[in-house]
């Protein structure tokens, strides 16, 4: 009888110890039948695993972004001038940016600057 208690006893305490560790505690307190008090060392020993929160807020912080008034994509906050269309941000050099190409509005780098590889723009 006391063998039986002591059998339980372990169970439980697997069950909690992987409860805190974010591990199955019913699986744990199952493989405490079968190995003992050798199941209770072995989850005691085991390392914690991060909870679903633990992992959203250990990724990478987010970038503070700004959008682009000519083109509407995301670009950093720091950006002086846009990635995609060339726009640039800085007070004097955006009235600059603003060409026109055969009577049309043009924004970002007037054709003489862009750089061309066979038919693709880069």
């Not at 987010?62 to 640039?88: I, L, N, Q």
């Not at 026109?100 to 970002?108: L, N």
């Amino acid at each position: 009888m006391i063998f039986i208690a002591g059998w339980l006893v372990c169970a439980i305490l697997s069950a909690v110890i992987a409860n805190a560790k974010n591990r199955n505690g019913l699986v744990w307190a199952i493989a405490t039948i079968p190995f003992g008090l050798f199941a209770t060392l072995v989850v005691a020993c085991l390392s914690r695993i991060p909870s679903d929160e633990e992992h959203i807020a250990a990724a990478e912080p987010a970038v503070a972004t700004k959008t682009c008034p000519a083109c509407a994509e995301d670009v950093k906050a720091a950006a002086r001038v846009c990635r995609f269309c060339g726009y640039s941000f800085d007070s004097l050099a955006s009235a600059r940016s603003f060409t026109e190409i055969d009577g049309e509005p043009y924004i970002g780098a007037p054709p003489s600057q862009m750089k061309f590889r066979g038919d693709r723009r880069l």
